[in-house]
């Protein structure tokens, strides 16, 4: 395979010819731990308001209950919407993802 | 700067952090040029380096420590620089281009390129090989790396990696010898 005086046996030709930009490898290091480590988790912005929507859930359930007793104790009150606003409070409980816990924790 | 050794106590002792800044300084110089030895711009370097400290991270807990740990860093850069010049080569085949003349377009403007002459062809030359020479060839060429290393890091038996080496050298030896 090889020749005598063979070009590849030139000193020069294991000499490194590349180099980096000047300062690179002053800062790399931080920078590529920092790509390299997993960002510290960060709550979900659903998760971070789960308290406000707990507690919004659970001032339209006391309303809900409030009026419908309201309604069921007043003589002569229009009963119409009654289903229609119980059924608008818990599909809003639902649609946040409120959980039972969280309600009965805001009414504590 | 730690050695090796020094690393891979960190990880044992469950100070993975410190296990891989250690890697960091100790490899980053190394890896980033061997990256640039296949031929690929600093930008590209700089962007293949952080996917392995990426891929250092995730796996550092599996690493068995059954072969060397600069030979396991070289298997994870070995992968993503042929991943790497895969999507190059499809790139520049979408562009018209063979991947060889970018490839040659990077060395001739790069302004960190500092070597002679010959040098420069030598490079080139490198840049006409296939992926399996082209790794024996600098894994074996510049690194002086046993077969029995460059084995563990390409996945290639002994044998096969001696034969890719013939073909690398003496292609190479005609190319440079052809043109000096």
Redesign the interface.
């Known amino acids: 395979m090889r020749k005598e005086n063979n070009i590849l046996d030139r000193p020069e030709m294991k000499a490194n010819p590349f180099t980096a930009p000047e300062g690179y490898f002053e800062d790399l290091g931080e920078r590529m731990v920092a790509a390299a480590l997993p960002e510290e988790p960060k709550a979900a912005p659903a998760r971070r308001l789960a308290p406000y929507f707990a507690y919004a859930a659970s001032l339209v359930f006391l309303a809900v209950i409030g009026t419908f007793l309201l309604r069921t104790f007043t003589p002569g009150y229009d009963r119409t919407d009654e289903a229609l606003a119980y059924n608008d409070a818990v599909e809003y409980l639902i649609f946040t993802g409120t959980s039972l816990e969280e309600i009965s924790s805001t009414m504590e | 700067m730690k050695t090796d050794r020094e690393i891979l106590e960190l990880r044992a002792l469950g100070k993975k952090?410190e296990a891989?800044?250690a890697i960091?300084?100790s490899y980053?110089?190394r890896l980033?040029?061997l990256i640039?030895?296949f031929g690929l711009p600093?930008d590209d370097a700089d962007d293949i380096?952080?996917d392995i400290?990426?891929k250092?991270?995730s796996s550092l807990d599996s690493f068995r420590g059954d072969s060397g740990l600069y030979t396991w860093l070289y298997r994870i850069a070995n992968n993503e620089v042929l991943s790497n010049l895969r999507k190059a080569r499809v790139k520049a085949f979408l562009g018209g281009e063979r991947l060889e003349n970018r490839l040659n377009n990077v060395i001739d403007e790069?302004p960190?390129?500092?070597?002679?002459k010959?040098?420069?062809e030598?490079?080139k030359a490198i840049n006409t090989l296939p992926p399996k020479q082209k790794q024996v060839f600098i894994f074996r060429?510049?690194d002086e790396l046993p077969y029995e290393d460059i084995s563990r890091i390409t996945g290639t038996s002994v044998g096969s990696l001696k034969a890719s080496y013939?073909h690398a050298?003496?292609k190479?030896?005609e190319i440079?010898?052809n043109n000096?």
């Open positions: 952090e891989l800044r960091v300084e980053s110089e980033y040029f640039r030895r600093h380096l952080q400290y990426i250092v991270w790069d960190g390129f500092n070597g002679t010959l040098q420069r030598l490079q060429y510049f013939h050298y003496t190479i030896c440079l010898e000096f």
